[in-house]
């Protein structure tokens, strides 16, 4: 009776080992950079504020709008900074770090679905028509959606 018992009992055990070993992690998780791409693709960016090396730029690029797809971004009034249309990719397995077509590197600060804070370094400094362009130094642009 007892080597019955034993043997019913060492059957559930295996049984509940294999059952419990399939529970693992689930594949269908998606990775950082598909959640970080998703959230970038979800709609149109409008930028709230931009700041250089600790500066409010705000006005310099009234009426900035981004919006991603899987590999291409546009954008609107970007002036020299934001081409009007790029291509772009993440350069890391985190997704939070983009590198656009022209090698421009821009860190994702937040991303969440209704906010996006981008940083990059921007070397040089552009005039055009009378007015600055682009200013040189550490940005920080503050989307909403």
């Known amino acids: 009776m007892k080597s019955k018992f034993l043997i019913c009992f060492s059957m559930a055990c295996l049984c509940s080992l294999i059952y419990l070993s ?3 992690g689930n594949s ?23 700041s250089v090396s600790g500066v409010d730029q705000t006005a310099v690029y009234t009426g900035l709008t981004l ?19 790029g291509t772009w990719q993440f350069s890391d397995d985190t997704g939070k770090i983009i590198q656009r077509n022209d090698g421009l590197l821009i860190t994702i600060e937040t991303a969440t679905t ?12 552009t005039l055009g028509s009378g007015r600055v ?7 920080t642009f503050n989307f909403t959606k």
């Open 22 to 24: 399939s529970c693992g």
């Open 28 to 50: 269908d998780d998606p990775s950082p950079v598909d959640e970080m791409r998703s959230l970038l693709t979800s709609g149109t960016w409008a930028l709230q504020t931009v």
């Open 67 to 85: 919006r991603f797809t899987d590999t291409n971004f546009t954008a609107t009034n970007g002036r020299v900074i934001w081409p009007a249309l």
């Open 114 to 125: 209704s906010t996006l804070v981008l940083k990059l370094n921007w070397d040089e400094t």
């Open 133 to 139: 362009s682009s200013v040189e130094g550490a940005h």
